[in-house]
Each structure stands twice: as C-alpha cells, then as structure tokens.
C-alpha cells in the first residue's frame, strides 16, 4: 500500500526564502488476505458462507470442500453470476498442503458433522491453520479432546454454540435475568428433530446453571415427560417444538410471584449468522487455543456497546426519578 504525503522544502536565499512542494511515496507492504476454507459447502449454511467470505474485505476463497458436487464451481453452487474457478473438492489434505506452501494465514470453516471435526481440526492445524467450528450436536468428549490438542499445538480454534448476534444478545439477557427469577423453561422450535435439544438451548441451560441458582423447585424432582427435559444441574427445563413452517427459534421464559419475562430470538434465514462468522474467522487467526464464547462476546461489544451504556445511562436516570 503506497502512503502519499507533501513535503516542504526550504530553499534558503540573500532575499527571501522559496517554498517547494515535494510529493515523497512510502511503499508499505500490503497485508496478505486471510485465505478461507470452507468444508461443508453443500449445505446452506456453507453456500452463505462462500457468499459471504468472498465479499468480506480482507479475506480470500482458497477452497470449497464436500463429498458431493465435487468437480462443481463453488461460486456458480451459490449462484454467483460469474464463477469463482474454485472447483468443490473431496481432499482438505490436498488444498491445506497448498495454502501451507504459500505460508498465508489460512482458516478452515467446519460446518460438516460431529464425527469427522476432530480429524478436520487436526489435519488444519499440522499444516498450520485455524479453525472455525460450527455443528450442532458436537460432544463434551470431542471439544475436551480439541482443547487439549490445540493448546499443545499452540493452534487457534473457535468452536461457536452459535454465530448469531440475537443468540448472544439472548444469552446475556438471560442471564441478567436469571438473578431475579426462580423459575426458568426454555423453549425452542426446529425443523429438524435430530437437533433437538438445540445447542443454543443446551448452552443457555449451562450458562444458567453455573450461576448457582437454584430453579423450578416445586416441580424439581418430576420425571413427567410433559415437563420437559432438564438441562444441567440446577432445574432448567427445556421444551422442543419440531412443526413445518415454524421458524427456527429460542424462548427464555422467567416468572415471579405476579410476573413472567419472556425473551425470544427467531432465526429466518442463514444470512444472520454471517457477520458472527466473519468476526470470528477475524479473531481466531490470533487464538493460540481453543475458545468458546469470547469471540461471541466480542462480537456483541463491538456492535452494541454504545446502544446499550445508553439504554442504561437512560434506564438508571429514569429508575431514579421513579424511585
């Protein structure tokens, strides 16, 4: 990147001094593009995410990996007008050992399934690249055994419960709330059944638990199905809706004696999903182990945080005159 800027020069003289403008050029090296990985492609998520990589300044497609439509332009896959020349391939081997050869810095995005995530984040990391993690239903056993391995290899990897700036902004409330309530159910809606219950639910469930309060205690020991089923430790009941055409959503829903506090969040499309991702293929080359949520707040911080200090500056002034 070239840096223009004026110089003036003075020229001493017996009568006056003469003033001459001088354009001088620092060449700076332009920083190389973070090249993007995607493994995965044949499901939505995965064409959005192609989408999305190759409009996100900064960041460059290196390769499209599935076990279907192999041979096919990723681009043309995700409808783009002109084709990306990146054909889908079947061998992550084969394009990591490329972009290790160019020594860029790389990120695999994973959306495949909870079998192969571990062996994927492995093969990244021997040929020095990142990972971004996004499926549902991921076992405890797998993300232990990836912490241990990526803080031994000094490797970054994010493995995101979710990537929606709603999902976050839900969990933060949540647990906001969860001080000032005994009673909590969480209810979600899906159109796949085998994702039930939800990791979104699962990890509000957890969060809420691990704040040491106890909930739902009138009912805490029951073993009828119709309640639900508890999550964690602490009583936190989670409901499941799997109806066609219901879009994909969580509620949170508190009460107290003459109250309840309902959050909702509705995901209707993937696209919302897409600037979690971007941020977190952003941070996570700079991660020496593996991370859960710190990215995800990140993100939340950086879009909202001055809504929110003046959503409660305004809050606490109105609190006060009403106290």
Known sequence: MATLYYAKTIIPSPCKKFYRKTIVASVQPTPSAIKVVINGINKAIGKAAILAVTRARGMELAGAIDSQLVGQDAGQICGMEEPLEIPVLNDLTMVLGSIAQSRATGVVVDFTEPSTVYDNVKQAAAFGLSSVVYVPKLELGTVSALSVFCEKASMGCLIAPTLSIGSVLLQQAAIQASFHYNNVEIVESRSNPSELPSQEAIQIAN????????????????????????????????????????????????????????????????????????????????????????????????????????????LIYGLEKFL
């Not at 999550?231 to 004696?257: C, I, K, N, Q, Y």
């Open 207 to 314: 969060n809420l638990s691990d704040l040491g309060q106890l909930y739902n205690r009138e009912d805490i020991s029951t073993d009828n199905p119709a309640r639900g089923q508890v999550v964690g430790e602490d009583g936190v009941r989670v409901h499941s809706l799997v109806l066609p055409g219901l879009p994909s959503g969580t509620s949170v829903h508190f009460s107290g004696p003459g109250e309840v506090y309902t959050l909702r969040h509705d995901i209707t499309n993937v696209q919302c999903l897409m600037p979690g991702l971007i941020l977190a293929i952003r941070k996570v080359v700079r991660l020496k182990v593996i991370n859960w949520q710190a990215i995800l707040f990140d993100l939340l911080f950086q879009i909202i945080k001055h809504n929110i200090l003046l959503l409660l500056q305004n």
